[in-house]
């Protein structure tokens, strides 16, 4: 072997040793992406007990995990949060209002047929999942009922003569959408009428599953600063702010700014691969104003920070800056986050407790890592705290954070 290939050869070689794991740290970093990745890594004993079924009032006094750094936590009350942030921070809220999207109706059988509205495709055409759905093919006609099946009509009085019946409302159902496994429905509208209006009338705000036994009112699940409607989910960690609460933050220098994030089944659909890296988020509508995008870049230049409030607008604020940089953006967004992403805006996150498995367990650990996240929930369940869309909440601070998870 001439000189040139010897010298070849060891640079080779060398190259090769720099990309393989040659010390204990670097396979234990390369063991732990690994478990990262792994679907069954992000699971957690719940104890029944713990699902909260009913939010508290006031809705401050609920209990805030504050984690403040890699190793160290507190154990405070909501209504502390102007003090453990700063003046300057920003408070980033999402605005969207959630629709009474869960209705009851009939197939021309007489079949009972519950649906849950996703989004608009077309004007009055909506995809939805439906339950029955086997039975459901193209062609199928749903009669809506103003309530379900058994309950106290909301509207007893129909027949009394106080109030004039509501005009009818059905669909068709027109196709099955195979991302989904729902359908596509086109509502019927009668002429003159205003579907969002008989929305009002014939649908109910959708509550999460694993809330069985409530006895909250529908505006219990909306944020008291809920303004555009499209979600079929709170973004439940706005769920605690009360108007005096933000007038608080105001007063103490904290800013406040809006995005809208429709909350959708991306949100809540669970990931059901084991290597998470092949999970395809649904789309999820999002905007992000101007206004916004100004306010962070001031915040940031003046050496504030800002504060996501909820994982929806993290997504939001996060698929916004996707091509590098924050820019306005409206449109929708199937960005997911996991440990090793690499954040370009949010600086820290007030969140809820979620559920074991799911994307949104899987955002909050990408900010301080996965078995810091998992010993967290221990603690909290030690602690007694409420878990899930009525339960408490978490502050993780960006001295808590570790980009490098």
């Known amino acids: 072997m001439d000189d040139a290939q010897s010298q070849s050869s060891d640079v080779s070689s060398e190259a090769a040793a720099l990309l393989k794991p040659n010390t204990a740290s670097d396979i234990r970093l390369s063991q732990s992406s690994e478990i990262d990745r792994s679907l069954s890594s992000y699971d957690y ?22 984690v403040e750094s890699p190793t160290h936590h507190t154990h405070r009350i909501f209504r502390d949060l102007p003090t453990l942030l700063r003046p300057g921070d920003l408070l980033v809220l999402n605005n969207t209002r959630v629709i009474p999207a869960r209705l009851y109706g009939r197939k021309s059988t007489g079949a009972p047929v519950e649906i849950l509205l996703l989004e608009e495709q077309q004007k009055h ?17 749903i009669e809506f009922e103003p309530h379900p099946p058994g309950a106290e009509s909301s509207t007893h009085s129909l ?21 989904t496994s729902g359908r596509l429905l086109q509502f019927d509208v009668p002429p003159g009428q205003s579907f969002e209006e008989l929305l009002v009338q014939y ?16 505006e219990q699940y909306q944020t008291v600063y809920a303004q555009i409607p499209g ?29 809208t994030l429709h909350v959708g089944i991306g949100t809540f659909r669970p990931v059901e691969v084991e290597d998470i890296t092949h999970h395809a988020m649904h789309g999820e509508w999002l905007a992000v104003p101007q206004t916004t995008v100004e306010l962070i870049q001031e915040t940031k230049a003046s050496g504030g920070r800002v504060i996501a409030v909820g ?95």
């Open 45 to 66: 004993e719940l104890p029944q007990e713990r699902i909260a079924q009913t939010p508290l009032e006031p809705r401050d006094c609920s209990r805030l995990l504050v």
């Open 125 to 141: 055409c909506w995809l939805a999942l439906v339950k029955p759905g086997r039975r459901l093919k193209p062609g199928a006609k």
């Open 159 to 179: 027949n009394s003569g106080e109030t004039p019946p509501l005009p009818p409302l059905s669909a068709t159902v027109l196709a099955r959408d195979e991302a």
């Open 203 to 218: 649908g109910q705000v959708p509550l999460p599953p694993y809330i069985t036994d409530t006895q909250s009112l529908p």
């Open 231 to 259: 979600a079929i989910a709170a973004p439940t960690a706005g769920l605690h702010f009360t108007p005096e609460l933000l007038e608080r933050c105001r007063q103490q220098g904290i800013k406040q700014a809006s995005v």
């Open 311 to 405: 994982t929806t607008v993290v997504r939001a604020l996060e698929g916004a800056a996707a091509g590098g940089e924050l820019q306005p953006f409206s449109g929708k967004t199937q960005l997911f986050i996991y440990p090793g992403y690499q954040w370009r805006v949010v600086d820290g996150l007030i969140t809820n407790f979620h559920l074991p498995r799911s994307s949104l367990l899987m955002l909050v650990g990408a900010m301080i890592g996965r078995q810091r996240l998992l010993d967290l929930y221990q603690d909290a369940i030690a602690h007694d705290y409420r878990f899930y869309s009525f339960g408490d909440a978490m502050l993780i601070l960006p001295s808590a954070t570790d980009r490098m998870n």
